[in-house]
């Protein structure tokens, strides 16, 4: 929805959402608007990942599951952005089956994307259920396929976007396990030179010393020489036959090839824990001054508190430093609730320039929050949060339906089926929890974090981060010296969203003159008093305060500095806090009442360079 207003004190009456703005001085870690990448209403988002194009910095993808409780269905998606992250659209989407599951999607040079999604038969037998594979050649925007073969579970997918003898190879690697769990044991790969012939199934040989009771594929990447690796999360068990509880244990296996993917070496074990958690991994690579550093972040839960380790490999994969601490995590937590003691669902990425970018989530999964080191991996600069916290709990029964599931079976008490009786299951499953979302770097060095939130409808967020090894200072927004030119600016409001569990409320600004004559930068909107019905509403974080007044800078949005006459800037995020609101419940407001009950007014004026202010119409 887009209103336009060309007021001279133009009053914003808005009905939802929000994002997390750019503050205005500051430091190493700039954190960018918050984006919605999933469509409104479809469902929950879980099983994801996201990537961007290798070649230019414009291009992002995501994929994943997708579940709606209404249609009782998993579809595999496809959301792709053409702007950098600003704006994201459906690429495609496979509801070829009631469930769709397992995708993984990559980006490789000159537009070329690929998908997979593996389709289940009606009863969830993986012999008669397919993978199939989606290719394109614009970027996602349209797709040729699928391919189909053989089910291959948790399935991820890389390319080899090198120079080298097989540049351009499509690689996937996942397990051949479902029902028959010892066949999670078994790592089991394949490769394409194009896209559209799938090569012979690759069996990865198991490592000695000890036996693999289940492992998982969570990053599959190719270094600048050609060679494959891919990191598992693995459950293991000592060689000596002893099954005991006690003897079990987590670790992270890095696979190699050096051939094409005709051949793994037996895993190497990067890292090991007896804690009470899956060692979930993020890889990641970049240029270092010695040569490609290869590098791993995980979530470890032993010792009582769930902390993000971080290793560096520097012969692609085959020895690992010693593991780091590398959240900021307090020990005990300050009592806003703003802090989490755990951090768990690390998040990995490192750009063209050497840094590296680190996600994970606090206060179960509720707070995401982002670290980078610009000293390869020796220090990371202090943590800032990625979404509003705290968030709010809604009463209830409001949770509930969005986050049901129906099975064709009845759940034992253990988890499982009851396979002695017949009938159907109900679940209430909140599949935020269903593993680490994703980030990625770009081509021009930006950070892109994806996430999602618990009572939140299954909405999938992402936001630009950019990392500066050196302080950046912006100049503080004033408008002192600046002239009034409301009456010659029309506003356009979009991208309106409402995050009640945050209490935040966001909406994307651009300034439209209807002038004869240019404005010129410095061009600055001073907020007004801000209002609600509803609650108590504020400003968060403007790029400056004159008088108590909030002021939001658009002097970077201008291309060379001016916005001429009919041109529209690009838009600007404002923020909100919205405190003491009642809950989004019941039949609604009243459409007679509506206008009575504004969600929120705040009156704005805009001041420009006082060398705009000799217009002829004036």
């Known amino acids: 929805m887009i209103l336009e207003y060309a007021r001279a004190e133009a009053i914003l009456a808005a009905l939802i959402t929000v994002a997390w703005p750019t503050a205005a001085p500051t430091q190493s870690i700039e954190v960018g608007p918050i984006v919605q990448v999933s469509p409104s209403g479809t469902g929950h988002h879980w099983f994801t990942s996201i990537t961007a194009a290798p070649d230019d910095s414009l291009h992002l993808m995501a994929c994943g599951i997708r579940q709606q409780s209404r249609q009782n269905t998993w579809q595999g998606f496809v959301y792709i952005s053409d702007d950098r992250g600003r704006n ?42 397919v993978l199939h594979f ?27 976007n090198s120079e080298g003898s097989y540049a351009g190879r499509v690689y996937v690697i996942g397990n051949r396990g479902w029902r028959d769990t010892s066949k999670f044991s078994s790592k089991e790969t394949f490769s394409s030179a194009d896209g559209y012939v799938l090569g012979p199934r690759v069996m990865v040989p198991a490592a000695s010393g000890y036996r693999v009771w289940g492992n998982y594929p969570q990053h599959a990447l190719v270094l600048k020489d050609g060679t494959v690796l891919g990191a598992y999360w693995s459950r293991m068990l000592p060689s000596d036959g002893d099954t005991s509880g006690a003897k079990r244990w987590f670790g992270i296996e890095i696979i190699r090839s050096t051939d094409g993917g005709r051949t793994f070496d037996p895993p190497v074990l990067a890292a090991r824990s007896a ?5 979930i991994p993020a890889l990641a690579s970049y240029d270092g001054r010695a040569g490609t550093v290869v590098v791993l972040a995980w979530s470890d839960s032993a010792g009582g508190r769930s902390r993000v380790h971080f290793s560096r490999s520097l012969d692609a994969g085959k020895n690992w430093s010693p593991p780091v601490l590398v959240d900021d995590a307090p020990a005990v937590p300050p009592g806003d609730d703003r802090r989490g003691r755990d951090a768990v669902w690390a998040g990995l990425a490192a750009n063209r320039d050497g840094v590296i970018g680190i996600t994970w989530v606090e206060q179960r999964w509720e707070c995401w929050r982002f670290s980078a ?9 202090p943590s800032v949060p990625l979404n509003r916290c705290p968030r709010q709990t809604p009463a209830g029964a409001e949770s509930y339906g969005d986050y049901l599931w129906a099975v064709p079976n009845i759940d034992s008490d253990e988890g499982g089926r009851d396979t002695s009786r017949t009938g ?7 599949v935020t929890t269903a593993g680490p979302p994703g980030v990625v770097a770009d081509a021009a060095g930006a950070f892109h974090p994806l996430w999602a939130l618990p009572r939140d409808q299954g909405r999938l967020w992402t936001t630009t981060v950019r990392v500066s090894p050196v302080t950046v200072v912006r100049p503080k927004a004033r408008v002192q010296n600046l002239t009034e030119v409301t009456s010659r600016v029309a506003f356009t409001i979009t991208d309106l969203q409402y995050d ?3 209490g935040v409320l966001r909406l994307n600004l651009s300034l439209l003159n209807h002038d004869s004559l240019p404005l010129r930068a410095p061009l600055i909107v001073r907020g007004g008093p801000v209002a609600s019905a509803l ?20 002097s970077n949005l201008l291309t060379g500095g001016m916005l001429r006459p009919q041109e529209e800037s690009a838009p600007r995020q404002l923020t909100f806090s919205v405190v003491g609101f009642p809950a989004p419940k019941g039949p609604g407001i009243d459409w007679n009442d509506a206008w ?9 004026k805009v001041y420009a360079d006082q060398q705009a202010t000799s217009s002829p119409h004036r």
């Not at 804690?275 to 060692?279: C, I, Q, V, Y």
Request: with cysteine; hydrophobic share 35%; glycine share 10%.
């Open 596 to 604: 009575r009950r504004h969600f929120l007014t705040v009156e704005l």
């Open 373 to 381: 080191s610009v000293d390869d991996g020796r220090s990371f600069l």
């Open 134 to 160: 989606y290719r394109s050649r614009d970027h996602g925007k349209s797709w040729l396929g699928p391919v189909s073969d053989r089910w291959l579970d948790y399935a991820r997918m890389a390319v080899d």
């Open 88 to 129: 994201w659209s459906v690429g495609m989407v496979d509801s070829s089956s009631l469930n769709v599951s397992e995708e993984t999607c990559t980006f490789g040079l000159g537009g070329r994307a690929y998908f997979i999604a593996q389709p289940w038969s009606r009863d969830w037998d993986v012999e008669h259920s």
């Open 275 to 279: 804690g009470r958690r899956d060692l």
């Open 500 to 502: 009640y569990a945050a």
């Open 424 to 430: 159907i299951t109900v679940r209430y499953w909140d």
């Open 535 to 554: 609650g108590s509403v504020a400003a968060l974080e403007p790029d400056g305060v004159d008088d108590g007044r909030s002021l939001w800078d658009f």
